[in-house]
């Protein structure tokens, strides 16, 4: 398998319920990133991991919580969520240290509904 | 940080030209990114400038002028399936070349 991919592709979860996002990537990038995406507005960049370690965190509210077990894997994990987070949450990948032509490479997303 | 703005939407036939354009205000400049997004998909990369002038790719070209922090997507030929959102994206100069994404301006084409 190639590129980004991202798993689930739909969610539904209630407001006291834990679930998570995954995302691999096979591209040997070694930056990972995740974002929010919602209707209207840009894309909110959440967390950026560099080698593996965390490197930015956007005023997150702590009921997001990201996970980089290796260069290949990124989770979000998801608790006690409320109805406006609601979105599309979208993982990416870079190489980082270098002036990269294409910058990211997107996964299609996971689309969450909290109900 | 960055500021970047781009128009909403806009409408197209088939067969036309459409203009996009983003400005944007930045601490920091190394790059300029255009992607598609179709509907429930990921975005996919379209065009890069670093330095100024036109870079042409088929049907689209790309335009970028750093000292007036603007660029443009210029999409020839319209085919509808050309009908998506542009996200115009500038990368930090930090280590790991953050990008800031501007909202996306939604195209549609119409027979």
């Given at each position: 398998e190639?590129?980004?991919?991202q798993?689930?592709r ?5 407001m006291?319920?834990?679930?998570s996002?995954?995302c ?9 990133y995740?974002?929010?995406q919602?209707?209207k ?27 980089c077990p290796?260069?290949?894997h990124l989770?979000l994990?998801l608790h006690t ?5 609601s979105?599309?949450?979208l ?22 509904t909290?109900? | 940080?960055?500021?970047?703005d781009q128009?909403t ?10 203009q996009?354009?983003c ?7 190394n790059?300029l990114f255009w ?11 379209l065009?890069?400038n670093v330095?100024?002038?036109l870079?042409?790719?088929g ?7 750093r ?7 210029l ?7 050309d009908?998506?959102s542009y996200?115009c ?13 501007g ?5 549609v084409?119409?027979?």
């Amino acid at each position: 398998e190639t590129g980004v991919t991202q798993t689930p592709r739909h969610l539904v979860m209630g407001m006291t319920n834990k679930k998570s996002l995954k995302c691999e990537q096979h591209l040997g990038h070694n930056a990972m990133y995740w974002y929010k995406q919602s209707a209207k507005k840009p894309l909110e960049l959440m967390f950026v991991y560099s080698l593996e370690e965390r490197v930015e965190n956007n005023s997150v509210p702590s009921r997001f919580s990201p996970e980089c077990p290796n260069s290949s894997h990124l989770f979000l994990h998801l608790h006690t969520l409320q109805p406006e987070d609601s979105a599309l949450y979208l993982c990416a990948s870079s190489q980082e240290g270098r002036e990269s032509y294409y910058g990211y490479t997107f996964g299609s997303g996971t689309r969450l509904t909290v109900v | 940080g960055q500021n970047i703005d781009q128009p909403t939407e806009m409408t197209a036939t088939e067969g036309a030209i459409v203009q996009i354009n983003c400005t944007y205000q930045t601490s920091g400049f190394n790059g300029l990114f255009w992607y598609q997004q179709h509907a429930g998909e990921a975005p996919t990369f379209l065009s890069y400038n670093v330095l100024d002038g036109l870079e042409e790719k088929g049907r689209f070209s790309s335009f970028l002028s750093r000292s007036k922090g603007y660029s443009y997507l210029l999409l020839k030929e319209l085919q509808m399936k050309d009908s998506a959102s542009y996200l115009c994206a500038v990368r930090d100069n930090d280590s790991w070349g953050k990008l800031q994404f501007g909202a996306g301006t939604q195209v549609v084409v119409t027979p």
